[in-house]
């Protein structure tokens, strides 16, 4: 089971709005999920609540994951996204510790990069593999980033942090679509919005596969050592 844990101390980055684009479309493609939204503000349980056929299911976690992780792994569900609260309490750092990948999801300016490196710094420490995704990002031009989000992303490869090297951009649609209960990808796959989330996807796929592989490889050493 992967989970895809999206955190930032920072409130109005894009978590809820990640987690539930991402989460849909993983849904879509098939993949058992489960959403947790462990972030009392409930942005999430508001949008599912709009959702015919309540799919893929979410459950409260505003008061502890360990135990509904450990129920989704007995129901075989494949990927668990979890939402967070922008703060650093108990909950917080339990999602950050089940995570298989931390998202970090941040806007271009040096606000958003200053809570990136608070929450990088909790993801280190417990040597958890983490990745900032750019979101809110004005639209590329000639398939050129825009200035703000390219001094972003220097600024945090110099700080050694991983950076998605795609962007998810500042679009009507993101909003629009939660807003009726729906993910871009479901309402319009082929839109600029719903490339974007599938881009993002398969990204998130890779490098899970990677932490597992990764995985794998250190018990086949540890083994050989041993
Ligand atoms: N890529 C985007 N394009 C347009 N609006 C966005 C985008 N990402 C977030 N927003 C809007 O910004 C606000 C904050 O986003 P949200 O996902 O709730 O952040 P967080 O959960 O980190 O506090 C919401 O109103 C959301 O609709
Ligand atoms: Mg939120």
Redesign the pocket.
């Known amino acids: 089971m992967n989970v895809i844990t ?1 955190a ?1 101390r ?11 684009h991402l989460a849909a479309f993983a849904h879509k493609l098939g993949k058992r999920s489960l959403i947790l939204d462990a ?1 009392p ?1 409930g ?1 999430l349980t508001l949008w599912h609540s709009l959702r015919r056929g309540g799919e893929p299911p979410l459950e409260n976690a505003a008061r502890g994951i360990d135990r509904l992780i450990a129920h989704a792994m007995i129901d075989g569900v494949e990927w668990v996204f979890i ?4 703060t650093l309490w108990v909950v917080v750092q339990e999602a950050i510790r089940a995570a298989t990948l931390v998202v970090i ?1 941040a ?1 271009p300016g040096f606000f958003d990069l200053a809570a990136v490196t608070e929450t990088v710094k909790i993801a280190r420490e417990r040597n958890k593999p983490y990745a900032v995704v750019i ?3 004005p639209v590329k031009r000639d398939e050129k980033e825009a200035p703000a989000v390219a001094a972003s992303r220097a600024k945090l490869e110099a700080l050694g942090i991983p950076v998605w090297s795609g962007q ?8 629009a679509s ?2 009726a209960g729906f993910s871009a990808g479901e309402v319009a796959p082929d839109s600029a ?1 719903g490339q ?1 989330v599938a881009r993002l996807w398969s990204a998130i796929e890779r490098s899970v596969a990677a932490i597992r592989g990764a995985q794998a490889d250190a018990g086949v050493m540890h083994s050989r050592a041993a």
């Open positions: 999206l930032s920072k409130g109005g980055s894009g978590k809820s709005t990640l987690t539930a972030d503000q942005s939402d967070t609260a922008p999801p806007r979101n809110s990002a998810i951009s500042q679009r009507a649609g993101y909003m939660l807003a919005a974007e």
